[in-house]
């Protein structure tokens, strides 16, 4: 077995400012290659500070809480003011009347954690909840899948950081061990795992590795870890707090100390509580988890620090929420075809930006693009304070075949395989920003009028050759090699029953003028080629046709379709139809 | 030797035994912005490239038709061989959305061949089209008008095309390699065009029911061009 512990402490304050569009290692890693600053404390100067408050037992009523609540977290720029926790709310804005204060939103905490489960599940099916704030992965199932340890630890801390929270990672055989060992590592002031504001030599490396015990170093590990980390909410009243209490009231510092005490002296003094957990940490008392089970729809809202009126900031802050969700959609292995994002603005009113999809997909990326299509077409009447990114539609993921040979690329450069997983996506693309009714296949209807005869189709997504191609091959009895083969397209036969079409046909047929009996082009007078081919069709639904169609030529050379009305004596209008291209 | 993959890429018979000749590589290049400029709309400018787009869309590549004058109709680019399944048609609202749907066809690289009518392009826009084209492995081509002709172009193969008799006269106003002395004719007339050595006269429909009777001709839709232009001459 083998556990990642993922400690989110930041988890009240990531829940406001993870939005914002000047992320601190955008600035901060500026700031740092001009003045080397010491690397602790990295004060952004964009960056907005911010500090959560929280009230104490009957004050958590708004009004009441704002005025007399304390701190219990705050970024890094209201850390410089000197903002720490623990301070009330009016010394705070004393020292920085420009902090920006928010209440802590334990259920909005929960729901965060909730999603960053359902994210997890893409790396492992075990993945069991710590509350507050901390995930526990047992990932030695998944270690050949993603290549090993490294490998998966660092597409942990790319997919957190582009989620938008900083982590402490600890490893280990047991979980509660990990955990111990993500406390310590925040304890001790190592930076967060992967922490991109911390750009320290040893962290500027891909193999950076967070805390790590193997079962041979579990028990020293353990053994020297402080007594703290059993429970660090020091004002907790649950019995593992008063044990702790009590042992520091002992003189005793690590849980080594702990542990060399005689079994049955603690359990009478402290209950059963705190040697099961010793017990647990260890290993020698199973630890069974229930595992997270990812919910059937997704929903995952972000609140924004300030309200925003730009299309970037509110692409920036909904690629947090697609992150999320692309690691949702991998968990479940399944794929989406349709999700909605709506922009909230002020008083509850709500602009929604529907995206959908041709075929189902998972990837933030294109969600990515997709939305920003939507969004540059976009004029928002009002600023956006909150995000809220919902699914419904969600379907099993078909997944790609692999071929075991490698693709073959057909003399011209590309695969047919890595063209078929791309032509869904450009034809996304395209109907994103030019609108749904202006992307369209193309399709034969069996009519005899030449402008039914050509009708708009759904796009094709498949790339084998289509059913309609065979079909036309029987149908005109050609083999394919001479259709394709033929070294000009004249050279085949007509299809029987019909005369030649031209490559553009005109949406409404153009009248001609006439003299002499001969119709006139711009150019000139037509010289009659071929016909005529008379159609007469369609008097049933009330678009009756009755042409005789000839072929032209113009005095320019243009090749040219045109056509007569019939019914009248002498002859009816000609119109010019279609264009021999 | 990597400098000589990058100057000869692959190409694509064009069909034309007497153009393939004429173009490096011996067909169209792939991956290479190519310009055709018809001095009209309606010479044979497609017929051109019916060979090249059935065998694509044959293959199961993808066609894309960006921006187009009119309508491509469907049951004459099924009798040129082009598997109708293959066919995107994207029709924008301005020159601008037409470069940009272009670019991305390109550099989606899922398209076998994309065909763009791309109105008055800048040269910029031209430059960003060619570099999405020398990424990809589609044919590219450009119509564009004749009077473009005058204005330098990244493209490595500019075609113009005329009119004449007998079919259609192509300049190749730039090549990869040593320039074109003089242009070629194919042959791309249709078969009406050849058989009707005569014009046919017009006529009135009272004269046509004379000679053939009417419940024939609704009866019996085959028609033969040859055929009615003998027995309509008079």
């Not at chain 2, 055929?227 to 309509?232: D, G, I, P, V």
């Amino acid at each position: 077995m083998l556990w990642i512990s993922l400690l989110l402490p930041q988890l009240p304050l990531e829940l406001y400012g993870r939005g914002s569009l000047l992320p601190d290692a955008l600035n901060d890693a500026k700031s740092d290659a001009k003045s080397d600053a010491k690397p602790g404390a990295k004060v952004n100067a964009n960056a907005k500070a911010l500090a959560i408050l929280e009230g104490r037992g009957a004050d958590c009523e708004h009004d009441h809480a704002f005025s007399s609540g304390r701190i219990i977290a705050c970024n890094a720029r209201a850390e410089a003011a000197g903002v720490c926790r623990g301070m009330s709310s009016s010394a705070a804005l004393a020292l920085l009347p420009e902090l920006q204060l928010r209440l802590r939103d334990r259920a909005g905490e929960t729901e965060l954690l909730l999603n960053l489960a359902s994210w997890a599940g893409q790396f492992t099916p075990s993945v069991a909840l710590d509350f507050p704030n901390a995930l526990t992965l047992e990932v030695s199932g998944s270690l050949r899948l993603f290549g090993g340890l490294p490998a998966l630890l660092s597409r942990l801390r790319h997919g957190l950081a582009q989620t938008g929270h900083q982590v402490w990672i600890g490893v280990a055989p047991t979980p509660r061990a990990a955990l111990w060992l993500a406390r310590q590592a925040l304890a001790q002031g190592l930076p967060a795992y992967g922490d991109a504001t911390q750009p320290s030599p040893q962290q500027a490396t891909e193999a950076a590795l967070p805390p790590m015990l193997t079962e041979q170093t579990l028990q020293a590990g353990v053994a020297a870890m402080s007594i703290n980390l059993l429970q660090p909410d020091a004002q907790s009243d649950a019995p593992l707090a008063l044990a702790c209490d009590a042992l520091r009231g002992l003189g005793l510092r690590t849980l080594g100390e702990v542990l060399a005490l005689p079994r049955d002296g603690l359990r009478q003094r402290f209950g059963p509580v705190l040697l099961r957990e010793l017990d647990r940490a260890l290993g020698s008392q199973p630890d069974p988890r229930t595992f997270f089970v990812p919910p059937p729809r997704f929903s995952a809202s972000l609140e924004l620090l300030s309200e925003v009126n730009r299309a970037e900031a509110v692409q920036f802050a909904a690629q947090r929420l697609l992150n999320q969700f692309a690691g949702y959609l991998a968990a479940r292995s399944a794929g989406t075809r349709r999700f909605m994002l709506r922009l909230g603005h002020r008083e509850g009113r709500f602009t929604d930006v529907v995206v959908g999809m041709i075929s189902p997909a998972r990837s933030a990326e294109h969600f990515g693009l997709l939305l920003r299509e939507r969004l540059a077409t976009l004029s928002l009447r009002q600023p956006v304070r909150l995000l809220r990114l919902e699914a419904e539609d969600i379907q099993p993921w078909a997944g790609a075949d692999v071929a075991l040979l490698p693709d073959s690329t057909d003399g011209t450069g590309l695969g047919v395989g890595a063209a078929a997983e791309a032509w869904p996506k450009l034809v996304e693309r395209l109907r994103a920003r030019l609108g749904d009714a202006s992307v369209q296949g193309l399709a034969l209807a069996a009519d005899h009028r030449p402008e039914h005869a050509s009708v708009t189709a759904a796009v094709s997504l498949s790339m084998s050759p289509s059913a309609a191609q065979k079909h036309q091959h029987n149908q005109h009895s050609l083999p394919s090699s001479q259709l394709h083969a033929s070294t000009s397209a004249t050279s085949s036969p007509l299809p029987r029953g019909r005369g030649e079409r031209p490559f553009w046909l005109l949406p409404r047929p153009r009248p001609l003028p006439e003299r002499n009996a001969v119709p006139l082009h711009e150019d000139g007078p037509l010289a009659l080629l071929a016909g005529p081919e008379r159609i007469e069709s369609g008097w049933w639904d009330g678009d009756d046709v009755a042409r005789d169609y000839f072929v032209a030529r113009t005095p320019k050379a243009s090749v040219v379709w045109i056509y007569r009305e019939r019914g009248a004596l002498q002859g009816g209008q000609w119109y010019l139809h279609g264009l021999f291209a | 030797m990597l400098l000589y993959k990058n100057t000869v890429k692959a190409t694509l018979t064009s069909g034309f035994a007497e153009l393939d000749a004429e173009l490096p590589g011996g067909g169209w290049p792939l991956g290479a912005l190519c310009e055709l400029l018809p001095r009209h709309v309606g010479i044979g400018e497609l017929r051109l490239l019916g060979p090249a787009l059935a065998s694509l869309s044959a293959a199961g590549r993808s066609l894309a038709w960006i921006a187009p004058p009119h309508r491509p109709y469907a049951p004459a680019l099924a009798a040129a061989g082009i598997d109708l399944a293959r066919v995107l048609v994207v029709n924008t609202r301005s020159e601008r959305e037409a470069w940009w749907a272009a670019e991305q066809a390109l550099a989606s690289r899922s398209c076998g061949a994309v065909l763009l009518w791309p109105g008055q392009l800048p040269f910029i826009a031209l430059r960003r089209l060619s570099l999405a084209s020398a990424d990809s492995s589609a044919l590219s081509f450009l119509f564009r008008a004749p009077q473009a002709a005058s204005s330098a172009s990244p493209a490595v193969l500019r075609l113009a095309l005329s009119a004449c008799v007998g079919g259609l006269r192509l300049d190749l106003l730039k090549r990869r390699g040593a320039p074109a002395l003089h242009g070629l004719v194919l042959d791309t007339s249709m078969a009406v065009e050849r058989s009707s050595s005569q014009r046919i006269q017009p006529v009135v429909p009272a004269e046509v029911s004379a000679d053939v009777p009417a419940e024939a001709q609704r009866a019996s839709p085959d028609f033969s061009p040859v055929l009615s232009s003998k027995r309509l001459t008079v």
